[in-house]
């Protein structure tokens, strides 16, 4: 099991049309193979500068790489998340000690 | 209800003595009040320089509050995470929209 999560900031100004639009959009990955427990997130902590969050799960290496290569993935990050995210950190994680 | 991440890379050397005896001591956080759903974790993406991480979960703001001002957090920070963590990127999240 592998945890993908992205923290982010985008380029719209807080609570404008264009943030619920992109958000719209990003929770539609959800429906792409190979996603378990999809969450979007706020991002409320002071120490960093992100302001939402999506969090997914993936039962191994190889359900990751198919959303990863998706061509729906794919289209996303081209003309919505390049465009529209100001800054990022993608974190994925497994418990630890891994079983 | 509250998750705090924090996503971390020690001083020690991969695999070392000192890493397991951080990673103990880390892990001896999990009985302090208000804790809920305590993870160790494996950060395992190529895109950030993090090897671990902890996550928790607090039912609100006061039960978060209770643990950064516990005694005993406070002493893991000081004479522990603060000496022995080389970079680190604190992660605080809701669910979005809020419920």
Redesign the interface.
């Known amino acids: 099991m592998?945890v993908?999560?992205v923290?982010f900031k985008l380029k719209h100004a807080v609570g404008s049309p264009e943030e619920a639009t992109f958000?719209n959009k990003a929770a539609k990955l959800e429906i792409l193979p190979g996603i378990e427990n999809f969450?979007?997130?706020?991002?409320?902590?002071p120490?960093?500068s992100?302001t939402?969050?999506l969090t997914m799960e993936f039962a191994d290496q190889s359900a990751y790489d198919g959303y990863n290569n998706h061509p729906d993935h794919i289209r996303f990050v081209e003309k919505v998340w390049l465009k529209e995210v100001a800054e990022f950190?993608?974190?994925?994680?497994?418990?630890?000690?891994?079983t």
Chains 1, 2 share one sequence.
């Open positions: 592998i993908h999560s923290f958000l969450q979007l997130l706020e991002e409320v902590s120490k960093n992100y939402f969050g950190q993608e974190i994925d994680h497994t418990v630890y000690p891994r």
